[in-house]
């Protein structure tokens, strides 16, 4: 008896030790966040700037909205001549320029050989982002004219440096194109296959590519190409990618365009946190994401993170090199269903104690506010003063427009989160009500609104529901 009373109390002493058993002998939260995020004080105007051709999807599916264009991304070439690019996942690529001259197609991926497809998920698949070499316009140099593709290609239509075996929806791809004339309105040049995944769901593809902008030349950071990923797709990260380091999956990627390596195609960074680490992708620079679609850079190297969530949680991180922000044992800075053994489901207090191994995020609300975090910009324009300094983001399905403020962050201590107020043809009104389309995965309208940038850091806003980007300024 004696013997069994020790048995019985060892195994208690070892669940109180659990990190996860005061979470597992927690009940689960009804509302993680209860606190409503409230309208600022700061109104603003969005005024029409330009609007894309109408395009159609390849496809058709249950699943997906029928929007006037699927615009994603406003970005700025950054070669001095104060053009912007902007890409619909359908296939344009298209240049406008910061005086709102009417956009003409720049590359049309349905017209190039390189295998692009958008048919298994026109919502998240096709071309999905952009980014210009911050050498582009400069001649003689090794970057001088060069740009760089993220799209969806047909599985099978190239060889995948990961899980090119489990590709059965399709593959997300990089390509470098050299233009023969960077100052052209329409490409002329060669184009090369830089990087390729096999994704095994139609959704939670390659999301944002960008280099830093403000890395100086002569930095380690400079002419090196970011790149996330999601965690493949489906949902709950049935393959647990988000854990995972040894395949890109759920992380965001740093590689050097440039600096071809024994595949021929790129170079790892010497000073990426996983170099040499036995069984780890090299080319991972933070990884515990879900579907992390955008990230940009503030004035003074920081990096922000939108990730999208999955029934409850959207966050906003901060960048840090080697960091893993929890996914799928952490969905904000609560524990998942995973995290104490009931798989998915609802989510639960973190810990007591924390691990501390998990990166938690800045800024968060949950899906009684919006449901997908569409990533944003640190505002360093002159045309909004109370603006300045002040990280603004967006919920892209319901297209409201948040902001907080960037001083002292701390990751694990979300800060407050405001909602800007819109003008929109003369009057305060929703983004959906003004520029949306039927929603197909719930009631009402979907607004599916981005945010752009211009060289000078002023703001847009791009809607899919009407193929227009607005720009953001004071109201009257």
């Not at 071309?127 to 799209?151: C, D, E, M, R, W």
């Not at 990087?195 to 139609?202: K, S, T, V």
């Not at 979907?446 to 980007?469: C, I, N, P, Q, W």
Request: aromatic share 10%.
């Amino acid at each position: 008896m004696r013997a069994l009373r020790i048995v019985i109390l060892s195994a208690i002493a070892a669940l109180l030790l659990s990190p996860h058993a005061a979470c597992a002998q927690t009940q689960a939260l009804e509302d993680p966040i209860p606190d409503k995020i409230q309208p600022s004080d700061l109104v603003l105007a969005a005024e029409e700037f330009v609007r894309v051709p109408q395009t159609v999807d390849s496809s058709e599916d249950g699943q997906t909205n029928a929007a006037y264009a699927r615009i994603q991304f406003l970005v700025p070439l950054g070669d001095g001549s104060g053009r912007l690019a902007l890409n619909d996942l359908r296939g344009p690529l298209y240049l406008t320029d910061e005086r709102g001259t009417d956009p003409v197609v720049y590359l049309d991926m349905r017209e190039q050989d390189v295998g692009f497809d958008d048919s298994m998920f026109p919502n998240e698949t096709g071309l999905v982002s952009v980014a210009f070499h911050p050498q582009f316009g400069q001649n003689g140099t090794p970057g001088y004219g060069k740009f760089y593709t993220a799209y969806s290609a047909t599985s099978g239509s190239g060889v995948a440096e990961y899980l090119d075996d489990d590709s059965e929806s399709h593959e997300s791809v990089i390509r470098e194109w050299t233009a023969s004339d960077p100052r052209a309105r329409a490409f002329s040049g060669s184009s090369r296959e830089l990087f390729r995944i096999g994704q095994f769901a139609p959704n939670h593809n390659i999301g944002t590519i960008a280099f830093n902008p403000h890395a100086a030349p002569g930095s380690p950071d400079y002419g090196m190409l970011y790149v996330c990923l999601g965690d493949g797709g489906a949902a709950h990260d049935p393959r647990d990618f988000g854990q995972t380091l040894t395949e890109p999956q759920g992380s965001i990627m740093r590689i050097d365009p440039l600096g071809g390596d024994a595949n021929g195609r790129y170079g790892i960074p010497p000073d990426n946190p996983f170099v040499g680490v036995a069984g780890a992708a090299p080319e991972i620079w933070a990884y515990g994401l879900r579907h992390p679609q955008h990230f940009s850079w503030d004035t003074d190297g920081r990096m922000f993170i939108g990730d999208i969530g999955q029934n409850q949680i959207e966050e906003v991180n901060l960048g840090q090199a080697g960091a893993n922000y929890g996914w799928r044992l952490r969905e904000g800075t609560f524990a998942s269903g995973y995290a104490v053994g009931r798989g998915p489901g609802p989510l639960y207090p973190l810990p007591t104690p924390d691990t501390g191994e998990f990166t938690y995020p800045v800024a968060q609300y949950d899906h009684d506010e919006g449901n997908a975090i569409g990533g944003g910009y640190v505002y360093r324009g002159q045309a909004i003063p109370a603006l300045q300094g002040k990280y603004v983001f967006a919920d892209f399905p319901r297209g409201r427009l948040f902001v907080i403020e960037t001083n002292a962050l701390t990751p694990g201590r979300p800060t407050e989160i405001t909602e800007i107020r819109l003008l929109l043809g003369g009057r305060e009104q929703g983004v959906a009500d003004a520029a949306g389309f039927p929603n197909t995965y719930g009631r009402g309208n979907r607004a599916d609104m981005r945010l752009g940038t211009d060289s000078a850091g002023e703001l847009y806003l791009v809607t899919k529901g009407d193929g227009r980007v607005r720009k953001l300024v004071p109201a009257p």
